[in-house]
């Protein structure tokens, strides 16, 4: 069950005495605040009362903006006053609905990661499979070197194409024997 709401009390100051006075004077004020307003007005307290006297935010935000332009700014009232927050009432939950509530989480994490990863296969590529693809990119390259030294030039050179075509060809074929042997070595 949820306890009845408290509101927020304001440190009762002279600043704030001297504008109920003025209030009191001056405002058109209905008797059930004129009264409560008296009460907050008087330096005479019981003898009992040790704790700073509080009035309530919202009677003095009432105020405020009743009175209108006629009064100082809300924040020019509150200047020296201290404002005391109700407690905060933390409620424990039930430990079986704790425990359940984690294994819904647990679930839905799981659900959303296979959501994620459902695309991604871990089929590991075969050593056959790798060693095609290192023969097609040799070739490619060889072709590649081959027949850009042929546009380069204004007269083809079939020695230069083919020396150029086998050092990039080289280059190639011991980049992807060192990555072969990194990964399967």
């Known amino acids: 069950m949820a306890a009845p709401f408290q509101e927020a009390e304001v440190m009762l100051t002279d600043n704030l005495r001297r504008w109920f006075r ?19 007005t008087s330096h005479r307290r019981k003898a009992d009362e040790k704790k700073p006297r509080t009035i309530s935010y919202e009677l003095i935000r009432s105020l405020h903006r009743n009175a209108g332009d006629k009064g100082p700014y809300l924040h020019e ?23 359940r509530i984690q294994k819904l989480r647990a679930e839905q994490e799981q659900k959303e990661y296979e959501r994620w990863t459902k695309n991604i296969t871990g089929n590991v590529r075969k ?13 490619g390259s060889f072709a590649f070197a081959y027949k850009a030294t042929e546009y380069s030039m204004e007269t ?14 080289t280059v190639v074929f011991f980049a992807d024997l060192y990555f072969l042997l990194k990964y399967y070595g």
């Not at 003025?22 to 907050?40: A, I, W």
């Not at 079939?158 to 060809?169: D, I, N, T, Y």
């Open 22 to 40: 003025t209030l009191l004077l001056t405002s058109d004020l209905p008797n059930e605040t004129r009264e409560e307003l008296r009460k907050y």
């Open 77 to 99: 009232l509150l200047e020296e006053s201290e404002v005391h927050l109700p407690e905060v009432e933390v409620y424990h939950r039930n430990p079986e609905l704790e425990i």
């Open 127 to 139: 050593k056959h499979e790798c060693g095609e693809t290192a023969g097609q990119q040799i070739i």
């Open 156 to 169: 083809p050179s079939f020695p230069l194409q083919l020396l150029s075509g086998l050092a990039v060809a």
